[in-house]
Nanobody, 123 residues
Framework: QVQLVESGGGLVQAGDSLRLSCAAS????????MAWFRQAPGKERAFVGS????????YYADSVKGRFTISTDNAKNTMYLQMSSLRPEDTAVYYC????????????????WGQGTQVTVSS
């Protein structure tokens, strides 16, 4: 019911900023809770942060609090991940996802996923 497309990844230097976008489409897309996940080489896919289309304060993983900011533009069907003070350990494929549930950070509870966008942070 929901299609997601990420964009905005690239190669940056440590300390730089980057903004990722997730464009959503499909029926009832604005009824879902949205989230960002990331997967580094050799590691499990990890929760980054989430927000609902209808508003409210985003929820973040401890590893990105104070550095990453999630926002939405409902008129454009787009969720953003603004990343600041990037570190080499932030290097990963970043995915956006949608869930009909609230209050979850589990990958298994998100039914819809984008294809991912690569973020590489060099030293």
């Amino acid at each position: 019911q929901v299609q997601l497309v990420e964009s905005g990844g690239g190669l940056v230097q440590a300390g730089d900023s980057l903004r990722l976008s997730c464009a959503a489409s499909g029926r009832a897309w604005n009824n879902y809770r949205m989230a960002w996940f990331r997967q580094a080489p050799g590691k499990e896919r990890a929760f980054v942060g989430s927000v609902h289309w209808r508003g409210g304060s985003p929820y973040y993983a401890d590893s990105v609090k104070g550095r990453f900011t999630i926002s939405t533009d409902n008129a454009k069907n787009t969720m953003y991940l603004q990343m600041s003070s990037l570190r080499p350990e932030d290097t990963a494929v970043y995915y956006c996802a949608a869930s009909i549930l609230s209050g979850t950070v589990s990958t298994r509870e998100f039914a819809y996923w984008g294809q991912g966008t690569q973020v590489t942070v060099s030293s």
